[in-house]
């Protein structure tokens, strides 16, 4: 079975580590990782309808999921668990406290949870992933490098701030999704009350445009060739604003976007494209 190039069963044929995301935002969050006849998911944030129909696109059928990785625990990265535990006993790998809320919370859920510790890295089929702590308002909150020998991916979104550890996890990846969360301005202007705005703008809160631009500019610095700003607010960011900012910081430092590097923004609701590492 092929999609877009991959072919998710083994061949002599190297296959290439692939990634898209099915959904991202604060109403969900789902990234499907595929490479070498792997294919796991990060977070399950929206519906088993939804998934199962991203994964369509992609021509995977979720009977073979080999994984799914949970970053935390709140509903937006773990509303859809519970039916896929029901209906195809996906293995479930999150940190401990994550997979103890996780269990309680779904208890369909927990034959199929592997806990582990925040920092350590688990091995899927013929994928390793490597876990890194990350600053947001949920225990065990974490990020995820993908590789598959040869290519590296990672996922951090629900960051509120780049600390040390997730630089130097993310430093050299070949692509990154990153969080590029609001617009401060947006958001101290907008609608939201107060006590959620100082939330979202804390260190454990969310990453904004002008923050995701400084960790682009690094990234691009470190040999990342491609982008994808992820987890952008309906209300206090747009898409365009978010590209803009970031390829502004980009192009203050001489890099040509669309030619060193590949900047996109993953949509909110549908899956984005499938890029190939």
């Given amino acids: 079975m092929s999609f877009g190039g991959f072919t998710l069963i083994k061949t002599k044929e190297r296959n290439h580590l692939k990634f898209c995301t099915l959904a991202s935002g604060s109403s969900g969050n789902c990234t499907l990782v595929a490479g070498c006849g792997t294919a796991i998911l990060i977070d399950a944030g929206i519906s088993m309808r939804r998934i199962k129909l991203g994964l369509g ?36 790998f999150a940190p401990y406290i994550t997979a103890g809320v996780i269990a309680a919370q779904s208890p369909e859920c927990a034959p199929y949870i592997t806990p582990f510790e925040p920092g350590a890295d688990i091995h899927i ?36 701030c780049v600390t040390y550890e997730v630089e ?46 400084a960790l ?9 060739k491609r982008l ?3 987890h952008l607010s309906s209300e206090n960011n747009t898409p365009s604003l978010a590209f803009k900012t970031v390829c502004a910081a980009l192009a203050e430092r001489g890099c040509a976007v669309g030619d060193k590097i590949a900047v996109s923004v993953a949509p909110r609701s549908e899956a984005s494209e499938f890029f190939e590492i």
């Fill in 125 to 160: 089929g013929a994928l390793k992933i490597s876990s890194f702590r990350t600053m947001h308002d949920a225990h065990d909150s974490v990020g995820y490098v993908v590789s598959d020998g040869d290519k590296t991916m990672a996922l951090a979104t629900d960051l509120g």
């Fill in 57 to 92: 696109k992609c021509g995977i059928p979720p009977e073979r999921l080999s994984g799914i990785l949970v970053t935390h625990c709140h509903s937006d990265h773990v509303a859809g668990l519970g039916m896929m535990s029901k209906y195809f006993a996906v293995p479930i």
């Fill in 168 to 213: 130097a996890r993310l430093r050299g990846v070949n692509a990154a999704v990153i969080e590029a969360n609001h617009d401060v301005d947006m958001l101290k202007n907008g609608p939201y009350p107060y006590t959620l705005k100082r939330r979202i703008l804390e260190d454990n809160g969310h990453l904004s445009n002008f923050a995701c631009a």
């Fill in 228 to 230: 994808v700003l992820a």
């Fill in 216 to 224: 682009a500019v690094r990234l691009f610095e470190s040999g990342t």
